[in-house]
């Protein structure tokens, strides 16, 4: 079983909706990550969050982290076609020495 | 170097045979991480290194799966005996710590297909 869940699994939406993508767990990180993967490449950083309750926002992505800094959330408006990809979260936990993946948002956006 | 490099691109071995790839991280990067990414997306923690050390193998098939960060030298995965489910695409991340938000830089890949 996964330790931090993704939830949708896929989404294809029309450019200009909005859109958000969950990433949830039982257990506490330290560290979240997400990032943006395009076929045929490793996955890119997009933002790390570290404190309960944080907000982040780059550009027409706002990305958040629960208070217990047990999930967070990846919100894009107003979609466009560049913002295709696979979606991944990715958490650090003190005194674990790796980190844990969620199974992906598979986004599809189309023009 | 500024970015995580892995070679080679693309991978092609007989099933049996044996398989090498190779990780340089970004300069200054203490830490190592090595995956594996298989066809639902899911990434497959295998193995983290600090410097040269081991720092966590629980992801590790130990029976035909190996791994080194040496001084000086690229890091490797080797995996010998190769079976038709080592068919991935296994990637290597690197980063500066482990705790303290500190992130993983990732390489594209090396696509690993046995045949």
């Known amino acids: 079983t996964q330790l931090l869940e993704q939830s949708p699994q896929f989404l294809s939406i029309q450019e200009g909706e909005n859109l958000t993508v969950y990433c949830n767990s039982s257990?506490?990180?330290?560290?979240l990550q997400w990032y943006r993967q395009e076929p045929g490449e490793g996955p890119v950083l997009l933002v790390t969050v570290v404190t309960g309750g944080e907000v982040k926002k780059l550009k027409r992505l706002t990305f958040q982290f629960g208070d217990a800094r047990k999930d967070s959330s990846l919100h894009i408006t107003a979609a466009q076609p560049g913002d295709t990809g696979l979606y991944l979260c990715a958490g650090g936990r003190y005194n674990f020495n790796k980190f844990y993946f969620g199974s992906g948002t598979k986004l599809n956006v189309k023009p | 170097g500024e970015e995580v490099a892995q070679t080679p691109k693309h991978l092609v071995r007989g099933e049996g045979q044996k398989a090498k790839l190779y990780c340089a991280p970004i300069k200054g990067h203490s830490y190592v991480f090595w995956y594996q990414q298989v066809l639902k997306n899911e990434f497959k923690f295998l193995i983290s290194f600090q410097n040269e050390n081991v720092f966590d193998e629980t992801g590790m098939p130990k029976e035909r799966f190996s791994a080194k960060c040496l001084p000086n030298s690229p890091c490797s995965l080797e995996i010998q005996a190769t079976k038709l489910e080592d068919s991935a695409v296994y990637f290597c991340?690197?980063?500066?710590?482990?705790?303290?938000?500190?992130?993983?830089?990732f390489g594209d890949g090396t696509r690993l297909s046995i045949l």
């Open positions: 991340a690197s980063s500066q710590s482990q705790q303290g938000g500190q992130p993983q830089h």
């Open positions: 257990s506490v990180f330290s560290s």
